[in-house]
């Protein structure tokens, strides 16, 4: 018998923090899609994945390096919530973007909507 977990506990334990306040590190299976040219479904796997924590900065003006004349422009916000998305960092360091609603596994069990 497969042991199955709801996305809804899935969203609550990614959540999760240690007694410091850091994200605790988790196992995550999904799938991509892209929605521009209605392709994807490349099985991507992340051991040692946590959510990236990011300090509130709505509306903060910060540099843009690579353009060329450094513009000063607004962060934009990314809507986690209505797009259905969560941005994981890797043990690498490097920072991925997933939507939640292609979790297939999460730390072995399989999801379930």
């Known amino acids: ?3 199955t977990i709801f996305l809804r506990q899935v969203l609550e334990e990614i959540k ?3 007694s410091v306040g850091r994200a605790v590190p988790f196992e995550i299976e999904f799938r991509t899609y ?3 040219n209605k392709m994807g479904g490349v099985l991507k796997k992340y051991s040692g994945a946590k959510l990236l924590i990011g300090v509130k900065m709505k509306g903060k ?3 843009d390096i690579n353009h060329f004349y ?3 422009r607004t962060r934009k916000n990314p809507n986690h919530f209505k797009n259905r998305t969560r941005n994981i960092e890797l043990p690498s360091g490097q920072i991925k973007k997933l939507n939640f609603l292609y979790i297939t596994k999460f730390n072995g069990l399989q999801v379930i909507y």
């Open 61 to 63: 003006p910060f540099v």
């Open 16 to 18: 999760k923090t240690d």
């Open 34 to 36: 892209n929605k521009n």
């Open 1 to 3: 018998m497969v042991k």
């Open 70 to 72: 450094r513009t000063v």
